[in-house]
């Protein structure tokens, strides 16, 4: 739901916009952190960072992004984004597929201990 956010041990999110197949979110990565690596069964996603540096990992292969960059990551890659500066990094997320649930997370690694064993 438009609005909808939550804080999460590597900062926060927050639902810009969404609709029939598809989400758009602000991502806040705080210094030193970094999202779980993981993959969606349901979606895909496109990242565009709008402050700070973002270091990506997508299917193993590291990627640096600067303001304005964006990359794209298919249904079923796994990814993560981590923020190795002293500044938040702020990404837009635009999620497509056919559901855009926060449930569809298989996580592979996490530094927080959310990997449902």
Same mark, same amino acid.
């Given at each position: 739901m438009i609005g909808d956010s939550a804080v999460r041990p590597w900062g926060s999110w927050q639902v810009l916009d969404?609709?029939?197949?598809?989400?758009?979110?602000r991502i806040v990565v705080e210094p030193g952190?970094?999202?779980?690596?993981?993959?969606?069964?349901?979606r895909a996603e496109h990242w565009t $960072?709008?402050?700070g540096v973002a270091t990506c990992v997508i299917d193993g292969d590291?990627?640096?992004l600067y303001v304005a960059d964006s $990359? @794209?990551?298919a249904i079923g890659e796994p990814h993560?984004?981590? @923020?190795?500066?002293?500044?938040?990094?702020i990404i837009i997320e635009v999620q497509h597929g056919t559901y855009t649930g926060e449930d569809d997370?298989?996580?592979l690694e996490d530094d927080y201990g959310r990997i449902e064993v």
């Open positions: 969404e609709g029939d197949g598809f989400k758009v979110k952190a970094r999202l779980s690596y993981q993959t969606h069964e349901h $960072v709008v402050s590291v990627r640096v $990359v @794209n990551v993560r984004i981590t @923020n190795e500066h002293d500044e938040p990094l997370i298989c996580r």
